[in-house]
């Protein structure tokens, strides 16, 4: 019997203590967002000497004796965690999609790769970036002019940018629908609220007065609060089932007191005559007031928006989410960042519709119950590899003393 003996065991030992360490950093980090479960897999050590298949064959086999037994970690990226809604408005998941990572720069050109999509603000030399909760800045593609051109084509640092106030917009296009009294009634009044590049919203009031002696027939004009509007016609006649017959679009030229003018096109297709109601259903305008910054977060694209008072948005960035051609290749550097290798394959861009949830986080993919399972099992193991040394130890002692 020799020192040998006593490998199988102490590497057993060995083994298990790391299966042990593996299992407690897994229930450590079973509340990290992000984190990525590890497991400890085992492989046999083998020797290098060749067996004997039988001594008065002479034949061999190209088996060799094991020494022992080794482990190494493998983290499962492909396993997804649930998601949990924090209402936090820079919070962002991926679901759907095990192979999307939200893009890191550490300042220093090194990329890292992440689903924990915990991030925040951070405002260096008078610039503010969105950061992950470890600083990292966190890559996008930029709006073009707030967003109305596009994105930028090339990820960069997402800089947090958004005015505190957008201003107005200028009407130019109206429509209504709406009822005018058959009946009873001589005058309707329909009010538009119209905004230009220096009025912040004004009442464009729709005048009607029946003609007296024609049926069906209505004498238009406009009234505005801050200036004078004149329309292209004086005269608004409806079929007799009630629809209208002329004209389907007024042309209204503006002049505001200030001097300015504007036209604004009024469509009144859908306007009707019945009855004696009054009653206005849609109205609609394509301008809108100025409004004041109220909030910023992600939508459901992924993209960064600018939230104002006046019920608009405008796009700051969209987030940079990379896939692999061989993800489960991806280095760990610490189970919730990861690092490209020689064998991840080609990287791209992942579309990111219907893979963001926005104010939500990806929990850690970690089973509590499987962990505590394993926990159990690699105890055990460590024991018995630990009595197997102790039983060698005893008959290397009995041979030591039969020899002396």
């Not at 034949?59 to 482990?71: E, Y």
């Not at 593609?141 to 109305?148: E, K, L, Y």
């Not at 009873?184 to 912040?200: A, L, Q």
């Not at 009607?208 to 006649?237: H, M, P, Q, Y």
Request: charged share 15%; with cysteine.
């Amino acid at each position: 019997m020799t020192l040998a003996s006593f490998i199988p065991s102490v590497t057993g030992m060995n083994a298990m203590s790391h299966a042990q360490q593996t299992v407690a950093e897994n229930i450590a980090n079973m509340n990290t967002t992000g984190y990525k479960q590890n497991e400890t897999l085992f492989y046999s050590l083998l020797g290098s000497s060749g067996l004997n298949v039988g001594t008065q064959s002479g034949l061999s086999s190209s088996r060799v004796s094991i020494d022992g037994v080794g482990c190494y970690d493998r983290t499962n990226i492909g396993i997804e965690g649930t998601l949990q809604n924090t209402g936090n408005v820079f919070d962002v998941a991926l679901n759907g999609n095990s192979n999307a990572f939200f893009t890191l720069d550490d300042g220093y050109g090194n990329i890292y790769y992440t689903r924990a999509g915990d991030f925040t603000k951070l405002t260096q030399d008078d610039v503010t970036y969105l950061v992950s909760s470890s600083g990292l800045f966190v890559q996008g593609f930029q709006a073009i002019d707030n967003g109305d051109g596009g994105f930028s084509t090339t990820a960069s640092d997402i800089v947090v940018d958004a005015p505190q106030t957008i201003p107005q917009k200028e009407t130019t296009q109206a429509s209504i629908i709406a009822n005018v009294p058959a009946n009873d009634v001589d005058k309707s009044v329909y009010s538009i609220r119209i905004y230009s590049n220096n009025y912040d919203g004004a009442n464009l009031n729709m005048v009607l007065e029946k003609i007296e002696g024609r049926e069906n027939s209505w004498v238009l004009s406009f009234e505005l609060e801050d200036g004078t509007a004149v329309g292209n016609t004086t005269e608004v006649i409806f079929n007799t089932d009630g629809t209208i017959k002329t004209p389907e679009n007024i042309d209204v030229a503006i002049a505001w007191n200030d001097g300015s003018t504007s036209n604004v096109n009024v469509d009144i297709s859908k306007m009707t005559q019945y009855g004696e109601s009054s009653q206005v259903t849609k109205i609609e305008q394509n301008g809108f007031p100025s409004g004041n910054l109220l909030s910023v977060g992600f939508d459901d694209e992924g993209v960064l928006r600018a939230y104002y008072s006046n019920d608009n948005d405008i796009a700051i960035a969209q987030l940079a989410i990379t896939g692999f051609t061989a993800p489960e290749n991806l280095t760990p550097y610490n189970n919730t960042l990861f690092e490209a290798n020689g064998e991840t394959g080609n990287s791209y861009y992942v579309d990111p519709d219907g893979i963001v949830v926005a104010e939500s986080l990806e929990n850690s993919s970690v089973d509590i119950e499987k962990e505590f399972s394993q926990m159990i099992i690699v105890q055990r193991a460590y024991s018995l590899n630990a009595q197997s040394f102790t039983v060698n130890d005893e008959m290397l002692s009995v041979l030591i003393d039969l020899k002396s």
